[in-house]
């Protein structure tokens, strides 16, 4: 939505000739429109934030597991970037790669501080933040205010000079409370047009996402900290998967499931009850934040062994079987190069 402006409101007094005193107003204030969250702008991820520590050794591997077209950026200055209220000019090693019009963008920082140093003190490589794209200035300045008046901070932002204007960032402070998500909003004046990084040449299955997922310790007070913010609520519900395997053991595991499904590709937020689990484990070693990508594949033992050949062994697995659906997972380790697992999802055809 675009950015309110407050009126000021001159209330009209009438005065009797004589009189000492002052009638009141006989109309009372309009209320002024408070800004509000703007769901179109959240219902597509243009952009994985992932930070580390080597670039060039997280870019090869991934490479090997069949990212194609990585474009590398090199060492990139940034004078205008603000970082928790003081200037900091900044320099990053970037790379750039497509997987079905998500943009992925590898950051390692070089100099300067940053949330990207704040990041890797606090967890190790993993994805920083998801990015969502702000028609206009306007429209950004007024998420700002919203979340400014829920408590959110801005906590980095910065602008660059494109081909056709200024472009814009901000980061909101939303991963204490959010489970370790950090929201971006950016104005592009030079994005491309919606759609037009539809197409991604890389090996199967990285041919689209179809799953963002997060570890967090209490996915209520997650829910309940999203839907303050004006997103609405989270519908939870207690999940104890068939056939579990943990590292090649039977597994025990159990978790709460929280879902958003209002954008084009769904988010899960997982809570570890009982374990051991792959999500206890990220919780012990990093702490709450994004675990895993998901891709959708035809044969799931094909493709399991298909990317354990490329180096990314088992992990867990374990299938589904609801009045709806049925299907079948595998999560496999990719965290050693990235800080973030990858999972393998396929649905049962119907009829069978």
């Given at each position: 939505?675009?950015?309110?402006?407050?009126?000021?409101?001159?209330?009209?007094?009438?005065?009797?000739?004589?009189?000492?005193?002052?009638?009141?107003?006989?109309?009372?204030?309009?209320?002024?429109?408070?800004?509000?969250?703007?769901?179109?702008?959240?219902?597509?991820?243009?952009?994985?934030?992932?930070?580390?520590?080597?670039?060039?050794?997280?870019?090869?591997?991934?490479?090997?597991?069949?990212?194609?077209?990585?474009?590398?950026?090199?060492?990139?200055?940034?004078?205008?970037?603000?970082?928790?209220?003081?200037?900091?000019?900044?320099?990053?090693?970037?790379?750039?790669?497509?997987?079905?019009?998500?943009?992925i963008e590898w950051i390692q920082p070089v100099k300067g501080t940053s949330v990207y140093d704040e990041f890797l003190r606090q967890h190790g490589d993993g994805v920083h933040h998801l990015a969502f794209a702000v028609p206009s200035p306007e429209q950004l300045d007024a998420q700002l205010q919203h979340f400014k008046a829920k408590g959110v901070q801005t906590v980095q932002y910065g602008s660059w000079e494109g081909a056709k204007g200024k472009g814009r960032f901000a980061y909101l402070d939303t991963a204490a409370r959010g489970g370790g998500l950090t929201i971006e909003l950016v104005y592009n004046p030079d994005a491309?047009?919606?759609?037009?990084?539809?197409?991604?040449?890389?090996?199967?299955?990285?041919?689209?996402?179809?799953?963002?997922?997060?570890?967090?310790?209490?996915?209520?007070?997650?829910?309940?900290?999203?839907?303050?913010?004006?997103?609405?609520?989270?519908?939870?519900?207690?999940?104890?998967?068939?056939?579990?395997?943990?590292?090649?053991?039977?597994?025990?595991?159990?978790?709460?499931?929280?879902?958003?499904?209002?954008?084009?590709?769904?988010?899960?937020?997982?809570?570890?009850?009982?374990?051991?689990?792959?999500?206890?484990?990220?919780?012990?070693?990093?702490?709450?934040?994004?675990?895993?990508?998901?891709?959708?594949?035809?044969?799931?033992?094909?493709?399991?062994?298909?990317?354990?050949?490329?180096?990314?062994?088992?992990?867990?697995?374990?299938?589904?079987?609801?009045?709806?659906?049925?299907?079948?997972?595998?999560?496999?380790?990719?965290?050693?190069?990235?800080?973030?697992?990858?999972?393998?999802?396929?649905?049962?055809?119907?009829?069978?």
């Amino acid at each position: 939505m675009r950015n309110s402006r407050c009126c000021v409101l001159v209330s009209t007094y009438a005065f009797a000739v004589g009189l000492a005193w002052t009638l009141p107003s006989l109309s009372a204030p309009a209320e002024v429109a408070k800004p509000a969250v703007d769901l179109s702008i959240y219902g597509h991820v243009v952009q994985v934030g992932w930070v580390v520590k080597d670039l060039d050794r997280v870019v090869d591997y991934w490479e090997k597991l069949g990212l194609k077209n990585v474009g590398p950026a090199g060492v990139r200055e940034f004078a205008d970037f603000t970082y928790r209220g003081k200037k900091t000019p900044l320099s990053l090693k970037m790379a750039f790669a497509n997987i079905g019009g998500v943009e992925i963008e590898w950051i390692q920082p070089v100099k300067g501080t940053s949330v990207y140093d704040e990041f890797l003190r606090q967890h190790g490589d993993g994805v920083h933040h998801l990015a969502f794209a702000v028609p206009s200035p306007e429209q950004l300045d007024a998420q700002l205010q919203h979340f400014k008046a829920k408590g959110v901070q801005t906590v980095q932002y910065g602008s660059w000079e494109g081909a056709k204007g200024k472009g814009r960032f901000a980061y909101l402070d939303t991963a204490a409370r959010g489970g370790g998500l950090t929201i971006e909003l950016v104005y592009n004046p030079d994005a491309p047009p919606a759609g037009s990084l539809a197409k991604s040449e890389n090996e199967y299955p990285f041919n689209k996402i179809v799953q963002y997922a997060l570890v967090v310790r209490d996915v209520k007070k997650v829910a309940a900290f999203y839907e303050h913010l004006g997103f609405g609520g989270m519908p939870v519900d207690h999940n104890i998967s068939v056939d579990r395997n943990y590292h090649g053991q039977p597994g025990k595991f159990e978790m709460y499931l929280g879902w958003w499904r209002w954008g084009d590709v769904p988010f899960e937020w997982i809570q570890p009850l009982v374990g051991p689990s792959v999500y206890h484990d990220h919780l012990k070693t990093r702490g709450e934040g994004f675990h895993h990508l998901a891709f959708d594949v035809t044969d799931m033992d094909q493709a399991i062994e298909l990317l354990k050949s490329k180096g990314a062994p088992l992990s867990q697995s374990g299938g589904w079987d609801t009045p709806s659906s049925k299907g079948r997972f595998a999560y496999h380790d990719a965290e050693p190069y990235g800080g973030i697992s990858i999972e393998l999802l396929w649905n049962q055809p119907e009829g069978q």
